[in-house]
């Protein structure tokens, strides 16, 4: 079944500790998205890729880094840098143009304490 | 920029009545589209509806239909019928052509809608 792979459902991490989120498309979408969710809140931007090898920052991109090594996966780190980085984070990926809808993943549920 | 304002924090509708859920934009592209996305408690996103800035008809699908006023860079969603199951939180979202990219979507804050017997 074609779709978008996170791993994993839930994580915890103590504090300090850089953490690698994983997301997996086999839809051959162009372009994959990392967003955060934090509780009652939208979606904030966090890095976009349209192509491989090649990321852009979204609105709230510091203390995270990407990769865009292959057109199927878009890892994301969360480091140590990040200040507040318990949230629900959410990968999605699309093709490109400006009516594709955005399909996503189920979402990885981060805990640092 | 873009920008995507959902004004309304919750919302109550009673089973088998029609809702209005408000979306107001900003961009400076006369290219753009708009998408609704309904996330219930499980937390996955589910894809609604789209309207494209160009289209002349408002977008439909179903029960829900898109309130599209340009001019007013306005695109409420509409339920008509609602059902328990409708009960979720609702996400306005955006692309535009904003640094020779369609890609870039951004979403509201969302609006959280609750059915009522």
């Known amino acids: 079944d074609g779709g978008i792979t996170q791993s994993p459902k839930y994580l915890f991490r103590k504090e300090g500790q850089n953490v690698t989120l994983s997301c997996e498309q086999n839809l051959n979408h162009d372009a994959m998205y990392w967003y955060r969710q934090d509780p009652g809140q939208g979606l904030r931007l966090i890095y976009y890729s349209q192509i491989v090898n090649d990321f852009q920052k979204g609105d709230i991109a510091e203390g995270y880094s990407v990769s865009r090594e292959k057109k199927e996966s878009f890892p994301l780190t969360v480091t140590s840098a990040q200040k507040n980085p318990t949230a629900f984070y959410l990968c999605?990926?699309?093709?490109?143009?400006?009516?594709?809808?955005?399909?996503f993943g189920q979402g990885t549920r981060l805990t640092v304490v | 920029a873009q920008k995507i304002t959902q004004t309304q924090p919750g919302m109550f509708v009673q089973e088998k009545e029609a809702v209005t859920l408000d979306c107001t934009y900003d961009t400076s592209d006369p290219s753009y589209g708009l998408f609704w996305y309904k996330q219930p408690s499980s937390g996955e996103m589910i894809f609604l509806i789209y309207?494209?800035?160009?289209?002349?008809q408002n977008a439909t699908e179903g029960r829900y239909s898109l309130n599209f006023q340009k001019a007013r860079k306005s695109a409420n969603l509409v339920i008509s019928a609602s059902q328990l199951g409708d009960s979720a939180m609702y996400f306005c979202?955006?692309?535009?052509?904003?640094?020779?990219?369609?890609?870039?979507?951004?979403f509201g804050t969302g609006t959280r809608l609750q059915v009522t017997l």
């Open positions: 979202a955006m692309r535009d052509e904003f640094a020779g990219t369609a890609s870039k979507l951004t």
């Open positions: 999605a990926s699309s093709f490109l143009g400006m009516n594709t809808e955005a399909f």
């Open positions: 309207q494209g800035s160009y289209d002349q």
